[in-house]
């Protein structure tokens, strides 16, 4: 299943509901923009001749801030963090955020470092008044998978190969990241009055630890919207299923191989619940989502035994399950477990009775579902048209972290940024163009700019 499902517009809403509420938006921008340069409503009348003969419009105050956006910068930062490694397992995200914390204070930006483990830090920074609140929310993690083998040279030495930068994370995601800091540079050095807020979490590709601190240890905030820079061909995402880690583990009994009717195979009760995960994979994709489709099953891995010549007394299972808006992890692993114990009771198979499940809920990253109709995706999706990509929306068969955000600031939340995720994410010679970095980094600014300014950006007396 592809990992961006394409969707049509005309399947979310109809045009001319689109274009009114584009209007309304547009309307609600130039009214703010307006109070930003005169302030109160007689401070406007006075001055309105002023108004009236300066070319500080909204539509150049915009052309301005593109101009600023040089695709070369982008491209170098963006290597700058492939070289900062920071695989996961077998790293740390240190040198990641070390780096990105000095092109944000460059920026007279304030950043907070918060570290979740030894040499793996959080970064929230914030630009803009009431620190960064009524703004946009960017979102995006320091940590890449590990490369692995395949690769054509050093993953951590990032190269030029025409358009491209090929190196580990150049997709996923630290060239999203790269297109955040120069679009929050470019809108901050003409428009310091509009608030932004950058959260960039360690530890997305295993556990989400950095996203569980984040939500608890940040009070929630109010941000007119969350854009997760995960790659996504520039496609606006809307919605994205849940992802669960469970454990299962069976305790049975061991014995000679040569009796093992005198044992108990925690192996065997294993093939049970693999049986009943298969079942009920089938089961689920009967009820599927409106928008998000079915969940899912996956077991990941297995390991159990000491040898072939022993009855295994132990085996674990790893499994992935993704979820629906509506379901709970620790429900969903208890009827697991009650109906592994229901099914190894039935069998007629030695040492049945001496069988033992528990399991444990890993990690779970909850999904989200955003209004696909709203102004936020309207004006998301406008913004991506007016730098030059098409604008579609669509949904994730993938996970992210932008439901902890959802869930935690009560914000509408997207997924949109540069890169091919099923095409290069987490494989050798991964890849991204400059110029997609570019039109991301274009786009992120006119998000920024249009969304701080109808949140409210302190007039200016």
Not at 35 to 41: L, V
Not at 114 to 140: C, S, T
Request: with cysteine; glycine share 10%.
């Amino acid at each position: 299943m592809s990992a961006v499902r394409q969707t049509q517009g005309a399947a979310f809403r109809q045009a001319q509901d689109k274009e009114v509420r584009v209007d309304s938006f547009r309307q609600a921008q130039d009214e703010a923009f307006r109070q930003t340069q005169g302030g109160s409503a007689a401070e406007s009348l006075a001055v309105s001749e002023a108004e009236a003969t300066s070319a500080d419009t909204r539509e150049a105050l915009e052309a301005r801030v593109l101009e600023r956006i040089d695709p070369e910068a982008i491209a170098q930062l963006a290597s700058d963090l492939i070289r900062a490694e920071s695989e996961n397992p077998g790293g740390t995200e240190e040198a990641t955020a070390q780096r990105l914390g000095v092109s944000f204070r460059v920026m007279g930006a304030q950043v907070d470092v918060d570290y979740v483990e030894p040499g793996r830090p959080n970064l929230v920074v914030r630009m803009g008044p009431n620190n960064g609140e009524g703004g946009i929310l960017f979102l995006g993690h320091s940590d890449v998978v590990p490369a692995g083998e395949g690769w054509s040279g050093d993953p951590f030495i990032p190269r030029r190969e025409g358009d491209d930068i090929i190196g580990r994370g150049a997709t996923d995601m630290k060239g999203g990241i790269a297109s955040v800091v120069a679009a929050m540079h470019a809108v901050n050095a003409e428009a310091p009055e509009i608030p932004m807020t950058f959260v960039c979490t360690v530890d997305e590709e295993v556990d989400a630890r950095g996203a569980r601190h984040y939500i608890q240890t940040v009070s929630p905030a109010n941000y007119a919207g969350c854009v997760v820079a995960e790659p996504t061909s520039l496609v606006t995402i809307t919605a994205a299923r849940g992802a669960t880690n469970l454990r299962v583990d069976i305790e049975g009994a061991s014995a000679h191989a040569g009796k093992p009717e005198e044992g108990a195979s925690a192996i065997y009760a294993a093939a049970d619940v693999i049986a009943l995960i298969e079942a009920d994979h089938k089961a689920i994709h009967d009820t599927a989502h409106p928008v998000l489709g079915s969940g899912d099953w996956n077991v990941g891995m297995i390991e159990g035994g000491h040898g072939t010549s022993i009855v295994p007394d132990r085996c674990t299972l790893s499994i992935d399950r993704r979820t629906l808006p509506d379901e709970h992890p620790e429900a969903i692993l208890e009827q697991l477990l009650d109906a592994a114990r229901t099914r190894t009771a039935e069998k007629d198979r030695p040492g049945a009775d001496r069988i033992h499940f528990t399991g444990e809920v890993e990690m779970t990253m909850p999904g989200f579902l955003t209004d696909p109709e709203s102004d936020f995706v309207c004006c998301v999706r406008d913004a991506v048209r007016e730098v030059g990509g098409n604008g579609d929306a669509g949904v994730w068969s993938a996970a992210c972290e932008g439901g902890f955000m959802a869930q935690h600031h009560k914000t509408p939340t997207i997924v949109l940024g540069p890169g091919d995720i099923t095409g290069q994410a987490h494989q050798p010679d991964e890849r991204v163009s400059v110029t997609e970095l570019h039109t991301a980094a274009r786009a992120f600014a006119l998000i920024a700019l249009r969304i701080g300014a109808v949140a409210g950006g302190p007039t200016q007396g």
